[in-house]
């Protein structure tokens, strides 16, 4: 496995306003992710986060609310832009090591925007 | 394309009792399938993986898989509940043409009963 950490843990943020949430990894991984988890509901792919190239966001996602960071292997930052109270989630980060299919979760965000 | 569907949002079992969470799949391909479990406030955490080597699959905390392919099923047991194993259980499909990507099923709320 790998061992991921995530800041914040949690936030309060008011409307209007951006949260940079970071993953740190303790190794080198080849794939990252980030998802979001609605209140009460099940995990939805935000984007891969390339290194060193324009993450690549799925179906929904945009890179202006949603910037995203890779500079190197084991970091990555998820940006939310321009809160709205629909954008209190949990922001989860996962990673792939190489030659796995597996991916490993840090331990999320807790995110509300007032 | 692939899909995961989990045909019961929650369970509820007594302590000491069997535990069932149901999950059916589709993909085009040869999938990996995975459980993971999230306690409250709590990130994901890998429970078990099926990648096409035995059906039957052995996780951490006495869960246990079987992979059915003619039923497209991968239903999660455990024995005997134990009041720790309340979270919420997702079902999760990748496949390689898939690049690494998840899809997660709705998830199921194990509740246990004293």
């Known amino acids: 496995s790998a061992v991921i950490s995530q800041k914040p843990s949690r936030d309060i943020c008011q409307r209007g306003t951006s949260l940079t949430i970071q993953c740190q990894v303790d190794?080198?991984?080849?794939?990252m992710f980030w998802y979001r988890q609605q209140p009460g509901q099940s995990l939805t792919l935000i984007a891969t986060?390339?290194?060193?190239?324009?993450?690549?966001?799925e179906s929904g996602f945009v890179i202006d609310k949603f910037p995203i960071s890779r500079p190197n292997l084991t970091f990555s930052t998820l940006t939310v832009s321009n809160m709205s109270p629909e954008d209190s989630s949990i922001y989860l980060c996962s990673v792939v090591r190489q030659g796995t299919d597996t991916q490993y979760f840090g331990p999320g965000t807790r995110l509300t925007v007032l | 394309a692939q899909s995961v569907t989990q045909l019961d949002s929650h369970v509820s079992v007594s302590e000491g009792t069997p535990v069932l969470l149901r999950c059916n799949y589709s993909?085009?391909?040869?999938?990996?399938l995975f459980w993971y479990v999230q306690h409250p406030n709590k990130g994901l955490q890998l429970l078990l993986k099926y990648t096409s080597a035995a059906t039957l699959v052995k996780g951490i905390n006495g869960f246990e898989a079987e992979f059915k392919k003619s039923e497209t099923s991968f239903h999660l047991t455990k024995p005997s509940a134990h009041m720790s194993d309340a979270a919420e259980y997702f079902c999760v499909v990748s496949g390689w043409n898939a690049g690494n990507m998840l899809t997660f099923g709705g998830g199921t709320r194990l509740m246990v009963k004293p």
């Open positions: 190794s080198q991984v080849t794939m």
């Open positions: 993909s085009s391909y040869s999938p990996s």
């Open positions: 986060a390339n290194q060193g190239s324009e993450a690549t966001y």
